[in-house]
């Protein structure tokens, strides 16, 4: 986790002035006795023995190699800071604002319904939370159906068939509970709409590999804490959802699961980096693990097609504005497509007459393809790894790119293998998720699927 940490903020501070090579020097006290400190408390169970040992580290970290007086004593409040987020910082806040209120509730509902025992309870969620880790690291569906609802069943029986089919499973083992607690509750005067939610803080071996080789593609051990929701069916609770403590339910989060559910599809506020393509030339490898992929819409189509909707924000200065300055952080909104067969690699720029969004030069293992439409060419630039897959891609016809380049959003496309991705540089507060889907259901007619 140390490395990692390291990792992590060199690439926050990189590619930047000298003054932000100053900054570099002052996170990285912070990264190595945040690191330890954290490592120490889990192995220890003891925050005082971790914030100890961390600032320790830190500290003879900052003295071997900030030999300045001032960036030492920079470093050292640096380390402090950095051991003190890692060890006392409470990730359960969020959820604990309203747990005094949902504790009562249990309460007083148990006095007339056994269904609402508080020990009971806690004892069933946190059996659920164990056994979910389970299933879900094996991809058994059938068993997580048995203690779900069907709406939530049916949505995560669409993120296991991406899993399944980008090739990839998510392992998570070693799993310890530190600490439950209620943090909502309603007793429903007729037990129609009774529901409870219990908030987890808890650590685990959480990795994302590829299945057919067992690389690794990301992996964590942090602590976090996370707010199951349970609703009641009959004599059961069954699971309904999932929550982290940085979403933010606003009327946004509201349009967009209205929106997925009139579309027959499932919205989900964070999935994390699970479902992000890794490769190709969006999402180059240098800028997978800092991408942040929000506002997640699953879907599955005619033909067993699964389609995605969901932004994603490109940190460290991955694009330019349209003046050609560097900007810390792009917004896309993207539409992903899983494709029963691989068309290699394929690019499809959109000529906007921008010099600064202009590829110049051939990405590494591609090559520039002309197509026989003259106006095509002048509206779009092509690279592709193989050019008979390209001209076999059904998407590059004159009748579709035509339509597509006169739509308001601006869409570019990349084929990486069996996904097909259709992108959109938008706004940070723009979610034109209609659009995107009026574009993949052409796609999608168009692929012929």
């Not at 094996?138 to 048995?146: G, V």
């Not at 803080?201 to 929701?229: H, M, P």
């Not at 003046?323 to 917004?331: I, L, P, R, T």
């Amino acid at each position: 986790m140390l490395i990692e940490s390291l990792m992590f903020f060199a690439r926050a501070g990189g590619g930047g002035s000298g003054s932000s090579g100053g900054s570099l020097i002052l996170m990285l006290p912070a990264a190595v006795s945040g690191g330890v400190a954290g490592f120490v408390k889990r192995k220890t169970r003891s925050k005082i023995a971790g914030f100890l040992v961390g600032v320790a580290v830190g500290l003879v970290f900052s003295l071997l190699y900030l030999a300045d007086l001032m960036w030492f004593i920079c470093a050292v409040i640096s380390t402090f800071v950095g051991a003190a987020v890692s060890v006392f910082v409470d990730k359960l806040k969020l959820f604990r604002q309203n747990s005094e209120a949902a504790t009562n509730t249990v309460r007083q509902a148990s006095s007339a319904d056994s269904l609402w025992q508080p020990d009971n309870l806690t004892n069933y969620a946190r059996q659920v939370f164990e056994r979910f880790q389970y299933d879900w690291s094996n991809l058994d569906y059938e068993s997580i159906r048995k203690y779900t609802t069907q709406r939530y069943s049916n949505h995560i029986g669409l993120v296991m068939q991406a899993l399944r089919q980008m090739g990839r499973r998510n392992i998570v083992d070693n799993v310890r509970i530190n600490e439950a607690i209620f943090a909502d509750a309603h007793d429903d005067a007729n037990n129609q709409s009774d529901r409870v939610s219990v908030a987890f803080l808890a650590e685990a071996d959480d990795r994302l590999e590829e299945v057919a080789t067992g690389k690794k593609i990301r992996s964590t051990n942090e602590e976090f804490a996370e707010k199951w929701n349970f609703v009641r069916e009959g004599n059961e609770w069954k699971l309904d959802g999932i929550n982290q403590p940085t979403e933010d339910v606003n009327t946004l989060v509201g349009s967009l699961n209205k929106f997925a559910k009139d579309n027959g599809m499932y919205f989900s506020l964070d999935w994390g980096r699970l479902l992000l393509p890794k490769g190709g030339n969006l999402f180059l490898p240098r800028y997978f693990n800092s991408a942040d992929v929000n506002n997640h819409v699953i879907g599955i189509w005619d033909g067993g097609i699964l389609v995605q909707l969901y932004t994603c924000v490109l940190k460290n200065g991955n694009g330019f504005t349209d003046e050609g300055k560097n900007k810390d952080e792009v917004n896309y909104l993207i539409g992903q497509i899983m494709l029963p067969k691989s068309y290699g690699g394929i690019l499809v720029d959109r000529d906007d007459n921008s010099i600064f969004r202009k590829r110049i030069i051939s990405p590494i293992g591609y090559k520039k393809v002309e197509m026989e439409w003259g106006d095509f060419n002048k509206r779009y630039t092509i690279f592709a790894t193989n050019e008979d897959q390209a001209a076999s891609f059904e998407l590059l016809n004159p009748s579709f790119m035509a339509w597509l380049y006169d739509q308001d959003i601006k869409a570019n496309i990349e084929v990486m293998g069996n996904i097909v991705i259709l992108y959109a540089r938008v706004s940070s507060d723009e979610k034109r998720y209609a659009e995107m889907l009026e574009i993949l259901r052409r796609a999608h007619k168009e692929l012929k699927m």
